[in-house]
């Protein structure tokens, strides 16, 4: 019970967010330029740290941008373009980046991502893409868990310590208003953690039915910390959730998601 | 852009359970009872604290305890029990808590809770109930956002202080696996940060359609600090995210629900 519990098991989490990282251009490595501006704050990353990182900057440095006026809309994305009254082009790389799209009107367009990832306009996204213009849009790494286990391994050669990677990007949710971070591609990092059938609760009962997304709890707390627009910074490292590390990559952002068949929204 | 940040704007954000709070029972305080275990910790609540409360302290302290034993299924509860392999006894409280049902299936009960927000079997839990068995089940509060602002009005009685209050509980998602803390209840913080058309991006452009959900992500950081089961504490503050505290107590967690009409899945 709450009163037996020792000091250090009810620690606290911390997130922080890192300051002073560089507008990312395609070819650059994250991992590199994360270790740079922690060093420059006087920081050094440690073992059971947790760097989330924004999905714009992964994208942008795997070089994910796209011009609209490069796309050839197909007559299903001008005949979609033209019922949700939005650019064909748009419409056309949505259908390029999704399986399927459940919803298609003027107020959202909710896609399947190719990942599986449920979300609005296949995470496509025009706002802080490119100084160049307008016209420049941002597409998802094309498999943030691979992006995940990549920018893992290459802060361990860096460092020589083992922090787990989680990338985030802010999504929005069927019955509540407004968006929150989530984790789409992760490395090092229990996603799910499934208490049922072993945790007790209080009374030494079994506990129902818990399974806690973990992942997705980090990247809301550190998507908040991080901020959006010229106020925000892309990355945070959140300590004193080290108990949810793994050494090994582990399955990735994208075994939190329901399989189609079990959606409850078919 | 990120380098011309001030480093107090970059502050981070941090989540410390409370230790040692007692198991409540009908008629006890939880703002005293929050007050006096900071206390012993050696601690304080500061301005600018959030102080969120786990939905299951709140209904206990309410009284919100129901004997099974003691409900008479109506002809509907006993129908859907059937369908969905329930406790008759158990819907019958499910109906009454919900003003609507949207699915009904022996994996899953979705309902709509009378205060709109949408969770499995209304928000009723089974588990670290009572030590008198399993008979006894636990309702939400009434209104969690009311309870709220009693925890808050109470606290500021007791300290001097006026933190904001947040109840959370574990809800699931429409597409994903795995729950995440939800606010249930708030006072004295901004539930919703609408950035739309305010919020500039790095580039100095209108941000498209950015609404934080603010008071979500809170909770889920806090949820995972707090923990499940014998392991877990059932509160805990959360420091550096002042900027969305307000002195007064505002519109509540139920401001973050989509109406009806506008619910995607119907």
Known sequence: ?????????????????????????????????????????????????????????????????????????????????????????????????????????????????????????????????????????????????????TIRAELRKLTGVNPAVLIADSM???????TVGTAIGCAGLTVLDDQRGTGKDLFGRTLQATVIAVADAIAAMAALAMGEGDEGTPAAIVRGADQWITPEDGPGAASALRPVDEDMFR
């Open 1 to 149: 019970m709450a009163g037996s519990k020792e000091v250090e098991e009810l620690a606290g989490i911390t997130v922080n967010p890192v300051a002073d990282l560089p507008h990312f251009q395609p070819g650059m490595s994250v991992a590199k330029e994360l270790v740079a501006a922690i060093d420059r704050a006087g920081g050094s990353l440690c073992d059971g740290d947790i760097c989330v990182v924004a999905q714009k900057i992964v994208s942008k440095a795997e070089g994910r941008l796209v011009r609209l006026g490069d796309v050839s809309p197909s007559d299903e994305a001008r005949r979609i373009g033209e019922e949700t009254e939005r650019d064909p082009a748009m419409l056309q790389l949505i259908l390029d980046e999704s399986s399927d799209l459940p919803r298609t009107t003027p107020q959202a367009i909710i896609a399947r991502h190719k990942t599986g990832h449920v979300l609005a306009n296949a995470g496509i996204d025009a706002s802080n893409v490119s100084a160049e213009g307008d016209d420049i849009v941002l597409l998802w790494p094309k498999d943030p868990d691979a992006s995940a286990r």
């Open 172 to 178: 929005g949710r069927a019955w509540r208003i407004g």
